[in-house]
């Protein structure tokens, strides 16, 4: 058996024109979605993802307005500018380009983010209404992993097992708070990268969604047949043949997983593709709720 690869860019590429149509007819309303992001430092990684969000913004009609502030900002200047930001209307998504330099507090930073504007789902009460059940924006990774299912055909996992190899809160509780509602029906469990014999519990995933970056983590004795394989890890490892003398990989030792699973996610081209995409997402539908009402 050889899987499914899932494409995670053909996905982005669909959400993205479905984007563009929706932003046309908020426009048709005189409403413009715009989103804000706020970089601290010049850390070359985030400065890159940060210019990657503004290129993906502007091609789907959504205007983007950047703030960089110094490495040593004060946190009361930083909660100054998100203040700022909460009371513009013009503005109706904010996210933080994480990490933070040491001496501010990540916690207290993404909690000053309006919930109405937390595109990136990272707000105390975005949190607690998505284990609720409730409506929330929820966090860019693990939305574009439920999406990647969805769009592939699996949605429909009422009683389904699924592990997930991540108990962060970037991809492992959000997800797990998403797939664990009663109208979905998972059957979900979290673990640790570190926990031991992590293969008895693995090879127990219907669903199979890992984020630990370390290369090939999981090995093929590690999974059942049939089993669905996400992949979020991103490491890169040395190949002689690349231009570089490096290639990118993922978590899962793809080559050999892909001959027991069903699907399975490419690295790169899988989630990486979907999570700067559900951001967008996330702020075209704050433009709409504010339009109708409903923030």
């Known amino acids: 058996m050889s899987a499914q690869i899932l494409d995670g860019r053909k996905m982005s590429a669909e ?23 706020i970089l601290v430092g010049d850390d070359p990684g985030s400065a890159s993802y940060v ?5 993906a913004s502007a091609e789907v009609g959504i205007r983007s307005e950047m703030v960089t502030l110094p490495q040593d900002v004060t946190e009361h200047e930083l909660l100054g500018r ?10 109706h998504g904010i996210f933080v380009q994480l990490p933070l330099p040491q001496h501010l507090d990540e916690n207290k930073v993404l909690s000053a983010v309006h919930p ?8 105390p009460v975005n949190v607690g209404k998505a284990w609720l059940g409730q409506q929330a924006f929820l966090p860019a990774t693990p939305r574009g992993i439920y999406e990647m299912l969805i769009r592939s055909g699996y949605d429909k996992l009422d009683g ?6 991540n108990a962060d809160n970037l991809v492992g509780k959000p997800l797990a708070s998403i797939l664990v509602q009663e ?33 090939r983590f999981i090995t093929a004795d590690m999974v059942k047949e ?22 990118l990989v993922g978590d899962i030792d793809f080559d050999a997983v892909k001959e027991k699973a069903e699907a399975i996610t490419p690295v790169p081209g899988g989630v990486g593709p979907m999570t700067v995409t559900m951001l967008l997402v ?14």
Not at 20 to 25: D, H, P
Not at 192 to 206: F, N
Not at 228 to 242: C, H, L, Q, T, V
């Open 282 to 295: 996330n702020t075209v539908t704050a433009a709409e709720r504010r339009m109708s009402g409903r923030s």
């Open 183 to 215: 109208k979905i029906g998972a059957n979900v469990m979290l673990c640790h990268p570190s926990t031991p014999g992590l293969s008895a519990y693995t090879c127990w995933a219907d669903i199979l969604v890992v984020s630990v970056n370390e290369p």
């Open 15 to 37: 959400i993205r024109e479905e984007l563009r149509q929706r932003s046309a007819k908020l426009k048709e309303r005189e409403v413009i979605p715009g989103i804000a992001g």
């Open 51 to 55: 210019k990657l969000k503004e290129k």
């Open 82 to 91: 998100i203040e700022l930001l909460n009371s513009d209307a013009k503005i």
């Open 116 to 123: 109405d504007k937390d595109v990136d789902g990272f707000h």
């Open 160 to 165: 389904k097992s699924v592990v997930i190899v």
């Open 226 to 247: 049939g089993v669905i394989a996400i992949d979020f890890g991103s490491n890169y490892i040395e190949d002689p043949a690349s231009k570089t003398g490096k290639r």
